[in-house]
């Protein structure tokens, strides 16, 4: 039995903040939580009623820091709709809100990545964005994901002094992330680590060495299917997918990406008709490190579902999607430029259609 952890990182966007401050903190609660779009809402209780109707599970890795920013409420309006659907609160820290902070926990010091700060200043951010989650009502977690996967071997010790037991920060599927954490690439299964239970998020084998991790938007629904099937079949006792409360959704123009809408669906699909999977929370079934003689390996690649995903992501991107960050697409400039030509065929409803049927049958 493979237990299969639906992980969805939960949160405000620091960088929306940035630019609309207060005045647009219902906007961004609404597109970055409820994945509000004019067809319907696409983010956390959309996710939780679909996962609901498959009798499945889902970690929420919520990101309580917005609380010290803005007032303890707006944790209890994320923390109190999980919590009734009986889903998994875990905690989840973006340092970035620390900038925005009147009262800092750190006399002021800012970072990006919870890793760029001291051991001491993680025990505290850690410990204040802990207090807020049980404020607002959430059990004590037992969980951690950096920001930006942005933690390092400190922010492990720092949990293990807060006796928060599990980490999920280190992400072997991306080659250049903000992670410092000293494990090699080669670790896939969860590990003991720093006084914790590094549990890495899920990879397969991309093109020559590299590897991607398994997350939503990164992933066609074929290749996640593979990558469980093959966590299935080499008897692995856990695999974490990621996702986000927004994931669903363009944030830049407020509209469905229905291609990962789609993805989820089958995702959702895919796990509730499988008898040797389970999906489940960390506080009922807890990440299980297996012994040392047990060696997993990524799924191998396959140049087929990569070229399909290609083009899946390409429709994904060009029609739907948001602009790529110029550190995941260096060709920044290039994709400008197909845009403008890509554009118009947004008005061509029964071609996307047509084109998404044909990439995401798989
Ligand atoms: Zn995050």
């Known amino acids: 039995m493979t237990r299969v952890y639906i992980t969805v990182d939960t949160e405000l966007s620091a960088s929306h903040f940035a630019h609309h401050g207060r005045e ?19 983010g ?17 890795f919520v990101d309580p ?11 209890k309006r994320i923390v109190h709709p999980i919590l009734d659907h009986g889903h998994d609160v875990q905690l989840h820290v973006h340092s970035e809100w620390l900038a925005f902070a009147e009262r800092s926990p750190v006399d002021g010091r800012t970072g990006r990545n919870i890793g760029d700060f001291s051991l001491a200043d993680q025990f505290r ?25 942005g933690a390092n071997d400190d922010t492990l010790r720092a949990l293990a002094r807060l006796g928060i037991r ?13 992670c410092r954490i000293t494990l090699s690439a080669d670790v896939l299964a969860p590990v003991d680590h720093c ?44 695999f ?4 986000h409360s927004f994931e669903l959704l363009n944030r830049r123009q407020g509209t469905v990406n229905p291609i990962v809408a789609r993805r989820f669906d089958r995702l959702c699909a895919l796990l509730a008709g499988r008898k040797d999977i389970t999906t489940g929370t960390y506080i009922a079934c807890p990440p299980v490190v297996p012994p040392p003689w047990r060696h997993v390996e990524t799924l191998p ?5 990569t070229a399909l995903r290609l083009g899946e992501q390409f429709l994904s991107n060009h029609l739907f999607g948001e602009t790529p960050s110029p550190r995941l697409m260096p060709h920044g400039r290039l994709w400008m430029a197909s845009q403008r030509i890509i554009h118009p065929l947004h008005h061509l409803v029964p071609l996307q259609n047509l084109a998404m049927d044909a990439l995401t049958a798989f």
């Open 240 to 243: 974490s997918l990621v996702s």
């Open 24 to 42: 647009g903190l219902s906007e961004n609660f609404d597109r970055a939580i409820l994945g509000r779009t004019a067809t319907g809402d696409v």
């Open 125 to 149: 951010i850690i410990g204040v964005a802990r207090d807020l989650l049980t404020d607002a009502g959430a059990p004590a977690p037992i969980a951690f994901r950096a920001g930006n996967y």
């Open 195 to 238: 006084g914790v239970i590094e549990v890495p998020v899920g990879a397969i084998t991309g093109w020559g060495e590299g590897r991607r991790h398994v997350q939503l938007t990164a992933l066609s629904a074929w290749e996640m299917a593979a990558a469980i099937e093959h966590a299935v079949a080499s008897n692995q006792a856990s």
């Open 301 to 305: 690649h396959s140049p087929v579902r």
């Open 44 to 60: 956390i209780v959309h996710q939780m009623r679909r996962l609901d109707a498959h009798g499945l599970k889902a970690v929420f």
């Open 166 to 178: 599990y980490d999920s920060s280190f992400c072997p599927g991306i080659a250049r992330s903000a």
């Open 65 to 75: 820091l917005p609380g010290l920013v803005v007032g303890p409420d707006i944790v």
